[in-house]
C-alpha cells in the first residue's frame, strides 16, 4: 500500500502528508508527492520519499494540473491517492479519478487503516451521520479539507526529486480577473478563534456588535447560510454547503444550531453559543450557552473584555 499526495494548497498538502506518512510507516510503504510550484524538498522534510515536480503549471487550471497529477499517479503507482478538498481540489479530485477510471471518495473528514484496508469517514444525511466507506478500486482517489491532520514537524530526510516530462493541455478557461477575498471572511478555515453571525441578528448594521467583539478577540467573523446567501451580508458561510472551521472557540450569535450549521462546527474545541430561546439545539451541543438576547449580550461581553484587556 502506498500513497501519492497533492494539493494546490501547500500547508494542506503537508497535513495530507503527515496522514500519509503515518498509515505508510504501519505498512511499511512509501509516500510520494507532487509538488506544485514549491520547493520539492520541503516535501521531502514533511515526508515524501519522493516528489515529482511539473515544470509550466502556472496558476491553478484544472486541466493542466489534473494531467499532471494523473501523470505523477502513472509515475507513482501509488494504491492510494490524497488530494486536498478546498475548492479546486473537489473538482480537480474527481477529474483525476475520471482519467484513471477509478473511484474517488471527495470531502472525507478522517482516514484510518482497518485489516489491512484503507477507511475513509465522510459526513452524510446533511451531517447528522458519518458514514465509514472503503473503495474497491485501485488506486483510490480520496479528499481531505484543510485541518483534518497534523502536519509533522519538518525532519532532514532523504528523498527523491522527479522531473515529470508531459505536455500539458491548454486550460478551457481563461481567468479573466483575480480579486482578494475581504481579510474578514477570507480566512475561516484557519481561523482559531470565529464569532459567528445567525438570523438572531435583524440589520446588517448589527453586525457591527460583532465586528466589536472580534476585534478584541482577535477574531475571524462567520455566519449562517442565510445571513450570506439570502440576506447578502457577507460573502460565505459556515457549514456542511459551506467553510468547516476548527477553531480553538466558536461564538455562535443568533444561531439555531440546525444539523446543517452544526456539521461545519462541530471539530471546534469549545463552542459558545448565546441565543434568546433556551430550546434553541445549539444550546444541546454547546460548552457554554447564553440564554439571552445578542443585543444586550455582546456590548457586555465586549465591554467586560475591553475591560479586562
Ligand atoms: C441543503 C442545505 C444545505 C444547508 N447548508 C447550510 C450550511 O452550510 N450552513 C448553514 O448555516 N445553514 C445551512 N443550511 C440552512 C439551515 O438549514 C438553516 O436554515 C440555517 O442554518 C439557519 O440559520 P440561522 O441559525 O441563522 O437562523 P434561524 O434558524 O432562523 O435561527 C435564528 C436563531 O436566532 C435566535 N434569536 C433570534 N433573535 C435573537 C436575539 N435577539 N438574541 C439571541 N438569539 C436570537 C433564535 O432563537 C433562533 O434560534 C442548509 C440548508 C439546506 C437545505
Redesign the pocket.
Known amino acids: 500500500m502506498s500513497f501519492l499526495v497533492f494539493s494546490e494548497d501547500r500547508e494542506l498538502a503537508f497535513q495530507l502528508l503527515g496522514k500519509a506518512r503515518e498509515l505508510a510507516d504501519k505498512m511499511g510503504s512509501e509516500v510520494a508527492a507532487l509538488a506544485a510550484g514549491s520547493d520539492p524538498m520541503e516535501y521531502v522534510s514533511q515526508g515524501a520519499d519522493k516528489v515529482y515536480t511539473v515544470s509550466g503549471l502556472g496558476g491553478f487550471n484544472v486541466e493542466p494540473y489534473g494531467a499532471a497529477v494523473v501523470e505523477a499517479v502513472k509515475a507513482a503507482n501509488p494504491s492510494t491517492v490524497f488530494m486536498g478538498a478546498t475548492k479546486r481540489g473537489k473538482e480537480l479530485a474527481p477529474r483525476v479519478a475520471s482519467s484513471l477510471g477509478v473511484g474517488c471518495m471527495n470531502d472525507c473528514s478522517g482516514v484510518e487503516l482497518e485489516e489491512g484496508k484503507i477507511v475513509v469517514e465522510r459526513l452524510t444525511y446533511?451531517g447528522s451521520t458519518v458514514a465509514k466507506e472503503t473503495s474497491t478500486s485501485t488506486p483510490t482517489v480520496i479528499s481531505f479539507p484543510p485541518r483534518c491532520f497534523e502536519k509533522l514537524e519538518p525532519v532532514e530526510r532523504t528523498g527523491e526529486v522527479v522531473e515529470l516530462e508531459l505536455d500539458l493541455p491548454e486550460p478551457r478557461v481563461k481567468v479573466v480577473e483575480s480579486r482578494e477575498k475581504p481579510k474578514s471572511t477570507a480566512d475561516l478555515e484557519s481561523a482559531s478563534i470565529i464569532v459567528s453571525?445567525?438570523?438572531?441578528f435583524?440589520a446588517k448594521e448589527d453586525l457591527r456588535l460583532l465586528e466589536e467583539i472580534a476585534e478584541i478577540l482577535d477574531a475571524q467573523i462567520g455566519?449562517?447560510?442565510?445571513?450570506s446567501a439570502d440576506l447578502g451580508w457577507m460573502d460565505q458561510?459556515?457549514?456542511?454547503?459551506?467553510k468547516k472551521v476548527k477553531p480553538s472557540l466558536y461564538v455562535a450569535?443568533?444561531?439555531?444550531?440546525?444539523?446543517?450549521?452544526v456539521?461545519?462546527i462541530r471539530d471546534s474545541q469549545i463552542i459558545v453559543s448565546?441565543?434568546?430561546?433556551e430550546r434553541?439545539s445549539?444550546h444541546g451541543i454547546s460548552d457554554y450557552s447564553l440564554v439571552?438576547?445578542?443585543?444586550e449580550?455582546l456590548p457586555a461581553l465586549t465591554k467586560a473584555l475591553r475591560e479586562r484587556a
Open positions: 446533511g453571525a445567525g438570523r438572531g435583524k455566519c449562517t447560510r442565510p445571513i458561510w459556515v457549514g456542511i454547503s459551506g450569535c443568533g444561531v439555531s444550531g440546525t444539523i446543517q450549521h456539521a461545519g448565546i441565543n434568546s430561546d434553541a445549539i439571552g438576547d445578542i443585543y449580550v
